[in-house]
């Protein structure tokens, strides 16, 4: 609205679904109980949700009313015509795959496409694509510019790779051992950062030159364009859609999670242009997923992905969106909380080691955060830190990860400002209190992934 600061929620709510208080108390008592690990939480001990924007999405009464007018056709379904118009639309890529999760299409396509040899290059792979190029044996390598490795450097566009870089790997390593070039948009693992137009343009270019394939992990391509759009000049008057298509223009296929930017709790698709591709991968598809046109998914699920696809373009829901994600970095900030900045569209990620600095490494200030905000009012996030990528020298000592952040990710339409003036509340009291933070000792831990299942003891 214009004239006023306030960025009211673009939508009233209909249907309400309880959220349990707890006491300081019970809080210590159900985090003793899952070994100090929010993941191992039952989720209504939670009171702000705030481990992942992935499949947390609220639907929209449209979606709901779509889901009644699901087709359960095995084939040719009514709303697969539906789901594969509108990606067609979006996209223009001539071949839509649908596959049950984000994961599944990248199974198919970087399974097919990588093996013994072969390397994928990216701004920064998402970790399910780079165990998916590490499990066919190919390698990732990860290439974002200089300024997105520091949390503290301001960039309009933190998520863009390095174009140089990327024409020396294509040159040294050949470019027929090049399986493809993954521009993650907005770049997740890399604090939801945006990739600008002019970045694509560059990537696609030197891709071509080298005749390399160019596919878009393109999961948040929604909030990515809004970034290009007030950020990037000579965009101001193009549509957010526009600005999609514009960007899918420069690629040879894309893979999506609609668990993100397609508003739905569960889905995913895979696009591409080439015929001869297009053949082997739906045969994967069939093998591995479901018939050509339903993928894994039920004609209920298709029908509200073709929905939210083209309510996440709203440009009422991308301002609320974006402006609500800044409000609440902003507000941390002035608090004096270290975050990863600029904001970007999906998350706040702070900076824990900043915040905690008596906290050796070796006993996680981020998990101790994750903690501490747990005790103090309920909210649950997540450590993208050395307890998800730490490694071990062979003395068992800690190899640390570059950062240790974490992450509150913000579930599309489900929380309003009174929530996330709460989460800010709690955090005048992390800020108080954090010279009295205590770290954490590992007890239990898997050798793959321990961050889902690990065991701590606290010293609090
Ligand atoms: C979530 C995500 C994926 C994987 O999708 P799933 O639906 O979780 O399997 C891939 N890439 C990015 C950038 C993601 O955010």
Redesign the pocket.
Known sequence: MEGFKTIIEPFKIKMVEPIKLSTKEERKQYLKEAYFNPFLLESDKVLIDLLTD?GTSAMSANQWAGIMQGDESYAGARSWIRMRDTIMDLTGFKHILPTH???AA?RILYGYLGGKGKTFISNTL?D??RANIEFSGSEGIDIPIEEGKHPEVLHPFKGNMDVKKLEEIITEKGSDNIAGVIL?VTN?SGGGQPVSMENAKAVSEICKKHHVKLYL?C?RIAENSYFVKHRESGFESTSYKEIAQQMFSLCDGAIM?A??DALVNMG?FLAINDDELNEKLQNLLIITEGFATYGGLSGRDMEAIAIGLNEVFEPDYLQYRIRSTAYLGDRLEKIGIPIMRPTGGHAVYIDAKALYPQIPLDEYPGQALVCNLYLEGGIRAVEIGSVMFGKYNKHHQLIPASMELVRLAIPRRVYTQSHMDFVIEVFEKIWQHKDKAQGLKITYEQPFLRHFTAHFESFI
């Open positions: 992935s999760q984000g994961r990248e998402f399910t694509t993650t997740n992990d999961c999670s668990k993100k995913g």
